[in-house]
């Protein structure tokens, strides 16, 4: 597995992800709940460690999931280590 996805509802509540220990567990993330209330993506840059040229950086975006005109949830994708 080199990513890990995580779908919430409005309260942050993990509805679908790819380790299933993780439903129906809060899911704590400022960014994601930040989303959820705006309707905006966002995204979070994270430094994972150095290449021989620059910087090797991890981009994990979050999106407010929208339902018939409102937004029902978010989504957040997160590389792992190794992709």
Request: aromatic share 10%.
């Amino acid at each position: 597995m080199f990513y890990d996805l995580i779908i919430a509802d409005q309260e942050l509540k993990v509805v679908a992800s790819m380790r299933p220990e993780r439903l129906d567990t809060p899911f704590p993330s400022d960014l994601l709940a930040q989303s959820i209330r705006s309707g905006q993506f966002n995204t979070h840059v994270e430094k994972i460690g150095r290449s021989l040229i620059c910087p090797v950086q991890d981009i994990n975006p979050l999106f407010p999931l929208w339902f018939r005109g409102r937004v029902a949830g978010g989504f957040r994708w997160k590389s792992l280590p190794g992709m």
